[in-house]
């Protein structure tokens, strides 16, 4: 039997999934998450095999405990500030996304058999996509290209463990979905996150227990030193305001989301940090694409259960409702055909600027 895998931010969505596609396989996995009181009720939903320290990965004695006490074989190193928060507090981002990574690697690097460690990247790294002059899919081999705050924690963090003398792996993730109604819940934050991306943005979603299935083949499969890029099969491949519509309607709610606004063709840097990506290699490597989008579509319908129903009969007021949502979006009062999300997050968010711009192989 392998030996311990050591998970971070294990209590995450991506976390979850991961340690429950762990322990199916019978592997030993600890979890390393910080201990809040929504984080210990999720201990108590954990799988035979799993155990918790709660660890704060920005302290470095705590760092060098929890590797020292656990020895792990391995280590899916998951734990980040991701959007929207990011943008609220970029020296927090900092300090987990980029230093703590730092630590964790140099820890890791320090033991007597250094575990094999397996970075959670994203494909944000390549920058802002503007579908009409950017060609797709992006491929692992492409130049990271971060702009903004996210996807530049995110390269340096790449940066980080791929200069280490770990055994590593990078996988770069692509939009991860839930069918799970629970799993994804909706703030104010993020609805208004969602009305400021350009509708035609190419985004390659994926399903959570794909990526899960993905870092848990990761463990074992001949890839150390290779970056893959994780996201669903060729049905994924799909455009931003196809998600918001598609899951609402699912759930019951067809028509309820306002259209949004489309990216600007002339303007390059007037986009988000997402497009199609080439995950054949990984494919091949890990095995891990199950779940088509239409098949999760289905899936939510169903998870919705009664209260799909329930839903349906609000169908009448979808206009109010999407009125309603329209005055809480990014764009409400702003002059413009077109989507500006980088000035959108800056009004309401935060600064999204990376201080470091600067292109990273």
Known sequence: MAGTVLVTGGFGLVGSATVRRLTELGRTVVVADLDTPANRKSQATLSRGASVRWTDLTDE????????????EVIIHLAAVIPPPIYKNPKLAKRVNVDATATLVRIAE???????FIQASSNAVYGARNPHTATAPVRAEDQMRPCDLYSGTKAEAEAIVRSSKLPWVVLRLGGVLSTDPNAMPLSADALYFESLLPTDGRLHSVDVRDVAWAFAAATTADVVGEILLIAGDDSHRIRQGDVGAALAAARGLPGVLPPGRPGDPDRDDGWFVTDWMDTARAQEALQFQHYSWPDMQAETA????WTRHLLRLLTPLAPL???ILARRGAYRNTPGRYADPWAAIRARL???????PRELS
Do not use: F, K, Y
Not at 61 to 72: G, H, I, K, T
């Open 350 to 356: 935060g600064e999204p600027a990376w201080d470091q």
């Open 321 to 323: 409702l999407r009125a």
């Open 302 to 305: 169903a998870n919705a259960g």
């Open 110 to 116: 320090q033991q007597p058999t250094p575990p094999r």
């Open 61 to 72: 004695d705590q760092v060098q405990r929890l590797v020292s006490d656990v020895a792990p």
